[in-house]
Nanobody
Framework: QVQLVESGGGLVQPGGSLRLSCVFSGSIFRVYNMGWYRQHPGKQRELVAGITIGGTTNYVDSVKGRFTISRDNAKNTVYLQMNNLELDDTAVYYC????????????WGQGTQVTVSS
C-alpha cells in the first residue's frame, strides 16, 4: 500500500520561502507521476505543480517563477521549493502520486498547512 508523508509546512512572512517534502513508500517510486496540490478554505483542491517520471514539470500560472518541483528517485521523495511566498499561497498542501500506466492507482498524503502572514 502506497503511503505519502508530507513535511515542511509552517508559518512564514510574505516574501519568505519554504520547502515541502513528500516521502513515498510501499511501491516503486520511479513509476509514479507526482504532484503537489493545494486547497484553500471553501475551495476545490487545485494542482500546483506536477513532475512526471521523466522529470517533465508543469505549474499553475500563479506559482510559475516562484515554485519549483523536483524529485529524488534515490530517496523516494518529491519536493516543492516555494519562494517569494504570497498571502494567497496560504492553503493545505497535499502530495499526490499517480501510477504512470494506471492513473486509477492514485494516492494522497495527509496534507501540510502553509500559512503566509505578516
Amino acid at each position: 500500500q502506497v503511503q505519502l508523508v508530507e513535511s515542511g509546512g509552517g508559518l512564514v512572512q510574505p516574501g519568505g520561502s519554504l520547502r515541502l517534502s513528500c516521502v513515498f513508500s510501499g511501491s516503486i517510486f520511479r513509476v509514479y507521476n507526482m504532484g503537489w496540490y493545494r486547497q484553500h478554505p471553501g475551495k476545490q483542491r487545485e494542482l500546483v505543480a506536477g513532475i512526471t517520471i521523466g522529470g517533465t514539470t508543469n505549474y499553475v500560472d500563479s506559482v510559475k517563477g516562484r515554485f519549483t518541483i523536483s524529485r529524488d528517485n534515490a530517496k523516494n521523495t518529491v519536493y516543492l521549493q516555494m519562494n517569494n511566498l504570497e498571502l494567497d499561497d496560504t492553503a493545505v498542501y497535499y502530495c499526490n502520486a499517480k501510477h504512470v500506466l494506471a492513473a486509477v492507482n492514485e494516492y494522497w498524503g495527509q496534507g501540510t498547512q502553509v500559512t503566509v502572514s505578516s
